[in-house]
Nanobody
Framework: QVQVVESGGGLVQPGGSLRLSCAAS????????MGWFRQFPGNQRRELVA?????????YYHESVRGRFTISEDGAKNTLDLQMESLKPEDTALYYC??????????WGQGTQVTVSS
């Protein structure tokens, strides 16, 4: 059984910073790609924020966060962090971590709320 757990959300003022963490655990888990998605209020669709392919240098950032958000991984611990800087009210969303295994099974975390407001 694979578990995906996010942490680090909260309330922050515009221009502030937050760091989200995602930890994936499970026996014989080989990660193919790990990423962060967000779901805006009133919208059921999840937008890809940033992801990276394990054991490579391949990273993707949505154009709206490029230069402000940075993802970093710890392969030994199967964790993926999302450092968010210069936050804007339009970054307010429920942030989810997604893990795809080498066998292409997909696992989602429960989500963590990020609210940017003065």
């Amino acid at each position: 059984q694979v578990q995906v757990v996010e942490s680090g959300g909260g309330l922050v003022q515009p221009g502030g910073s937050l760091r989200l963490s995602c930890a994936a655990s499970g026996s014989a888990l080989d990660i193919y790609v790990m990423g962060w998605f967000r779901q805006f209020p009133g919208n059921q669709r999840r937008e890809l924020v940033a992801d990276m392919y394990w054991n490579t240098d391949m990273k993707y950032y949505h154009e709206s966060v490029r230069g402000r958000f940075t993802i970093s991984e710890d392969g030994a611990k199967n964790t993926l962090d999302l450092q968010m800087e210069s936050l804007k009210p339009e970054d307010t969303a429920l942030y989810y971590c997604k893990v795809v295994s080498e066998s292409r099974d997909t696992y989602w975390g429960q989500g963590t709320q990020v609210t940017v407001s003065s």
